[in-house]
């Protein structure tokens, strides 16, 4: 059973940061991409940030230069550092990752997701 467990969302004053992490947990062989995702209230999800195992990134148009997400390959976690924060911002944060599973095919795993919202 694999398992990607988000934390660090919550309420923050326009301008203000915040540091998401994801960890993933279970019986994993490897994990390729890792990312972060976001759902605001009558939107479709959306593509904030992604990494690969190699080190590349690549950052929605929205989010660049406010936002690095980097990785810890060792703790099979990845963060997500915000700042800058505007009232758009506001959304369910979702991690995403490939998973190579010992007892299961490769395919994308998600986390439940965790609120941060943006506002004074």
């Known amino acids: 059973q694999v398992q990607l467990v988000e934390s660090g969302g919550g309420l923050v004053q326009p301008g203000g940061s915040l540091r998401l992490s994801c960890a993933a947990s279970?019986?994993?062989?490897?994990?390729?991409?890792m990312g972060w995702y976001r759902q605001a209230p009558g939107k479709e999800r959306e593509l904030v940030a992604a990494?690969?195992?190699?080190?590349?990134?690549n950052y929605a148009g929205s989010v660049k230069g406010r936002v690095t997400i980097s990785r810890d390959n060792a703790k099979n976690t990845v963060y997500l550092q915000m700042s800058s924060l505007k009232p758009e911002d506001t959304a369910v944060y979702y991690c995403?990752?490939?998973?190579?599973?010992?007892?299961?095919?490769?395919?994308?795993?998600w986390g439940q997701g965790t609120q941060v919202t943006v506002a004074s």
């Open positions: 995403n990752a490939f998973i190579y599973s010992h007892w299961a095919s490769p395919r994308n795993y």
């Open positions: 279970g019986s994993i062989f490897r994990i390729d991409a």
């Open positions: 990494s690969t195992t190699g080190g590349s990134t």
